[in-house]
């Protein structure tokens, strides 16, 4: 059964990987699966048919056979579940890296992506500077805690998992900042994430999308 995943037609992060698409080709790049990608337009994600598949009119969303998914991290974990590479064949060891999956989206990732919001729409607000103080505290909170845990360690857990792949994306965010650069291993940590082969070919993909719609 073919897969097909939703992508932006004309994606808001102009080709830098951070589309949450991305986390899903990357995830079937790592499994080997061949995939295929439906691009909508922003009015074409308000309409019944994409919202039929994503009730919030968000992408991506995942199709194969009968089944549709939303939400990154449920698709990515679907993916790893049924497919080898992204987590442990031992039961703890998927338990961790299942873990490390909610603690990327759950824990890490809502302060960076308010960050990300609040330079993009409240840099005219009298309460800016402040707001990007309180959120930059609370990021640099959560990568301590994260730094410390992953030490000298290649990843999160023993062996490269879907944990890692979802915490790198939420890091990448970072990278339009200098806070990554307060911490080395993490930067080490993305850096050693970017050069997978499977990332690299992701990264392509949503950036060929990018550049054919600039063209356009």
Do not use: C
């Amino acid at each position: 059964m073919t897969i097909t995943i939703t992508a932006f037609e004309r994606s808001p992060d102009r080709g830098r990987g951070l589309a949450r698409d991305m986390r899903v080709r990357w995830a079937l790049e790592e499994a080997g699966q061949p995939y295929e990608v439906r691009l909508v337009s922003f009015e074409a994600m308000k309409q019944p048919a994409h919202l039929a598949r994503q009730p919030f009119g968000q992408i991506p969303t995942y199709e194969e056979g009968d089944l549709t998914l939303f939400e990154s991290g449920a698709i990515v974990l679907h993916i790893a579940e049924r497919h080898v590479g992204l987590l442990p064949e031992d039961a703890n060891g998927r338990a961790r890296a299942i873990a490390w999956m909610f603690a990327a989206l759950n824990t890490v990732e809502p302060p960076i992506f308010d960050h990300s919001l609040a330079r993009i729409l409240e840099r005219n607000q009298p309460w800016y500077e402040q707001r990007l103080h309180a959120l930059e505290g609370s990021i640099r909170k959560r990568l301590d805690s994260l730094s410390a845990h992953i030490g000298d360690a290649d990843w999160l857990d023993g062996a490269f998992s879907a944990g890692d792949l979802l915490m790198v994306t939420v890091l990448l965010r970072l990278k339009s900042t200098t806070i990554l650069d307060e911490y080395p291993s993490l930067a080490a940590y993305v850096a050693r994430a970017e050069a997978r082969p499977a990332y690299q070919r992701a990264f392509a993909a949503q950036l060929a999308v990018f550049q054919a719609a600039s063209a356009g």
